[in-house]
Structures are given as C-alpha cells and as structure tokens.
T-cell receptor, first 113, second 115 residues
Framework: GAGVSQSPRYKVAKRGQDVALRCDPISGHVSLFWYQQALGQGPEFLTYFQNEAQLDKSGLPSDRFFAERPEGSVSTLKIQRTQQEDSAVYLC???????????FGSGTRLTVV | AQSVTQPDIHITVSEGASLELRCNYSYGATPYLFWYVQSPGQGLQLLLKYFSGDTLVQGIKGFEAEFKRSQSSFNLRKPSVHWSDAAEYFCAVGGLNTNAGKSTFGDGTTLTVKP
C-alpha cells in the first residue's frame, strides 16, 4: 500500500483483557518496528523485525507483550492481561533499509479501563 | 546508551518569524540523526535525516538542520514559520549499523504559531 496501515485506530479494553494490534507495512519494506508512545512523551522502542525474524525485542516491557510477523509482511502486537499502564498509542513503522528514516502509521490508541 | 534531549518542551513563535528547535544527543559513535513532525492524532512524518557528509541538511516543508559534532547537537531551523507548522517535533538518534533497528527519540517540542 501507499502507507503504513494500523488497525484498529482506537481500542478500549477492560483490565485483564487480551488485545491484538495489527500493522500492515509498506509493500517491500524489509524492516518493521513497534513503538509505544505515552502521553506527552516521545516514542519508546518495543521491538524490531527484519522480514519475519524478530531481531530485537529488548523494549517489550513484560512477557505479556508479544509480537509476530510470520510471513514478513503484516505484523501483530499482542498484549495479554492488559493493565492500566499499557494505555498508550502504539505506533508501527517500516523502512526499506537503514539508509532511510521510518514511515510511521497513524497508531492505535489503547485505553485500558 | 544512546539518548536525546530536547530542552524546550513548548515554543511559541509568530507566523513569519524564524524558528530553531534544539536537540542534543548522546551516542558512542557517529550517529544517524532524524527530525520528525507529528500532527494531532497522526503518526510521525520524517522531515529530514543526517547520515554523513554535509553537516547542513535540507528537508521537506522548508526545514533544515545542522549537525555539530563538537556540541552533540542537531538543531532544526526554518526561516519563516507558517501557521500549518504548528505541531509536535521529535528529534531521534539511531545507529550506523544499517541493520540495527531502533532509534531513540526525545520527548518532543510542541510548536505553537501565533497569527
């Protein structure tokens, strides 16, 4: 597609519920990233894929967070047993290679109540 | 560890005035540096990037930034601000390894433009 597409745009989850956030990167972009952006802060790195390989997951805050990209295109970020502190905007970005900056999606705003 | 500091949380300028947003970084090697802009409810859009070569880089929407290694700075400038430039601006630093993933972002500077 022309841009990075994320769905849903908004998600309200009850505490303890599992959620799945989807990212559809630009076609042909090898690298895909997930970032978490809390209110009033810059994006914080969560995890990184190169094709289907998850090369860095050092930013995932707990084992409740899990990401996958099984066929090297669409990625899903899953959060199990959501907590209030998980409330944030989750941004997905893709890039063709390291010589380029990211192209970001519009994000998914997750609110845990 | 890499880090980015944007000292100004909020800046207000009049339309037509010049703009400079400050960014200081910490990185153990030659960095890749980026500026992104984020409008409300939107993702981040890349304004410009520095990898190597000329330390003054030009970007979209009339923005430019200058890399100063001695000051560990990468300040963003625009000679004449338009009302549509009101947004949040993020500076980011990444690694030279083109296969390395993450960039580290500052906490942003919110720009307000007065008519």
């Amino acid at each position: 597609g022309a841009g990075v597409s994320q769905s849903p745009r908004y998600k309200v989850a009850k505490r303890g519920q599992d959620v799945a956030l989807r990212c559809d990167p630009i076609s042909g972009h090898v690298s895909l990233f997930w970032y978490q952006q809390a209110l009033g802060q810059g994006p914080e790195f969560l995890t990184y894929f190169q094709n289907e390989a998850q090369l860095d997951k050092s930013g995932l805050p707990s084992d409740r967070f899990f990401a996958e990209r099984p066929e090297g295109s669409v990625s899903t970020l899953k959060i199990q047993r959501t907590q209030q502190e998980d409330s944030a905007v989750y941004l997905c970005a893709s890039r063709l290679s390291g010589a380029y900056g990211y192209t970001f999606g519009s994000g998914t705003r997750l609110t845990v109540v | 560890a890499q880090s980015v500091t944007q000292p100004d949380i909020h800046i207000t300028v009049s339309e037509g005035a010049s703009l400079e947003l400050r960014c200081n970084y910490s990185y153990g090697a030659t960095p890749y540096l980026f500026w992104y802009v984020q409008s409300p409810g939107q993702g981040l859009q890349l304004l410009l990037k520095y990898f190597s070569g000329d330390t003054l880089v030009q970007g979209i929407k009339g923005f430019e930034a200058e890399f100063k290694r001695s000051q560990s700075s990468f300040n963003l400038r625009k000679p004449s601000v338009h009302w549509s430039d009101a947004a949040e601006y993020f500076c980011a630093v990444g690694g030279l390894n083109t296969n390395a993933g993450k960039s580290t972002f500052g906490d942003g500077t919110t720009l307000t433009v007065k008519p």
